[in-house]
């Protein structure tokens, strides 16, 4: 086999192999992961967890953070995810509806609808150039300065670490790993 044929083949076979990798990727949505307190960017909009804790129902300041919601059962206890998003772009976007978290396990837990004045408005919108929580809102100013998303998890998701927030959005899902 001479020189050409044998460069021919090998350009054949790259070639499809680009083409399987090109096919491979239609149609698939862009997933990022990071890390809690690094910035995920999806589309033209920014989210990034500031704090993920526990809350304590009992606790005069979680109280805030609990208005509206049931005294939970006793294996179970509330999540929260605190964050900040920053619209970039030059539209206004929605922001998701529901949030989920996972675990280890795969278990998922959806996002709660929320009473309290530092919760995330779950289905909203973000103006372009702003961000969320609004500059001289009580989540702003509170003291993890964050809009908050609610989660009920089993006592049992402890032992299921690490957690994991997806976002969904329309430019490609995303998931933080959260620091808990």
């Known amino acids: ?8 083949s090998l350009l054949a076979v790259a070639l499809a192999a680009a083409a399987m990798v090109l096919l491979a ?16 960017e999806l589309g033209e909009v920014s989210y990034n967890i500031a704090l993920t804790r526990f809350l304590n129902p ?4 979680d109280a805030e953070y609990l208005e509206g919601q049931p005294e939970p059962q006793p294996a179970e206890q509330y999540l929260g995810v605190f964050m900040t998003i920053e619209n970039h772009g030059d539209v206004t976007e929605e922001l998701p509806d529901t949030f989920e978290v996972s675990d280890t396990t795969g278990a998922t837990y959806e996002a709660l609808e929320s009473e309290s004045t530092f919760a995330l408005p779950l289905g909203g919108e973000i103006a372009a ?3 969320i929580p609004a500059p001289d809102t009580t989540a702003a100013n509170g003291p993890i300065k964050g809009a908050m998303v609610v989660f009920l998890v089993p006592n049992a998701a402890t032992e299921n670490r690490p957690l994991e927030l997806e976002i969904p959005s329309s430019s490609g899902d995303g998931t933080v790993e ?3």
Not at 58 to 61: A, H
């Open 58 to 61: 009992e606790d005069p300041e």
């Open 25 to 40: 990727a239609c149609g698939e949505e862009e997933h990022t992961h990071v890390n809690e307190g690094e910035p995920i």
């Open 1 to 8: 086999m001479g020189a050409s044929r044998i460069i021919a």
């Open 129 to 131: 150039g702003d961000e």
């Open 178 to 180: 959260l620091d808990i």
